[in-house]
């Protein structure tokens, strides 16, 4: 079933992407999707998820006007930090902890991480996070799980968990 729903996922996708019913795509799509369910189908998460569930596209909505204003907020600030050499810059590794159990959540949390500007995950391990971070204005670990993490893990709680 697992490898069904990732077919159709795949093929849904590549019917958006092409945009196109011709045969000769649509054979092209088939079989590619095929291949890639039928190779990658078994690590495709093992999380039961609700795709159909309304609450979690609600939050969804929700959540993409809000990190596309933390990222415009970021790229203003590291546009800032770039054109006036007299803002302090002090870069490095800080480890943040998430609340968020399942994968795609974590995973989700740190792809929104890395998109917002200034901010880079660079690794995973359990709940902890490692990401480097363009100006460490914390030395206090759980102020920097505050201003990185914080933001976004609640409304993904909401959606994935």
Not at 8 to 22: Q, V
Not at 60 to 89: E, G, I, M, S, T
Request: charged letters at 20%; aromatic letters at 14%.
């Amino acid at each position: 079933m697992r490898k069904l729903v990732f077919f159709a996922a795949l093929f849904i996708m590549w019917l958006l992407l092409t945009w196109s019913l011709d045969s000769q795509d649509l054979v092209a799509g088939l079989i590619v999707c095929l291949l890639l369910a039928f190779v990658l189908g078994s690590i495709y998460g093992d999380e039961k998820i609700r795709p159909f569930h309304i609450g979690r596209w609600l939050w969804f909505l929700l959540y993409v006007p809000y990190f596309l204003f933390y990222c415009v907020k970021a790229n203003l600030d590291v546009a800032y930090r770039v054109l006036h050499p007299d803002v302090p810059v002090r870069p490095g590794i800080v480890k943040v902890t998430t609340s968020l159990k399942s994968d795609i959540a974590k995973s989700f949390l740190a792809n929104s991480i890395t998109l917002t500007p200034g901010t880079l995950t660079v690794d995973i391990i359990g709940p902890d996070f490692y990401v480097h971070w363009i100006n460490i204005s914390e030395d206090d670990p759980q102020r920097q799980t505050e201003i990185i993490v914080r933001r976004f893990e609640r409304i993904l709680s909401e959606i994935f968990e």
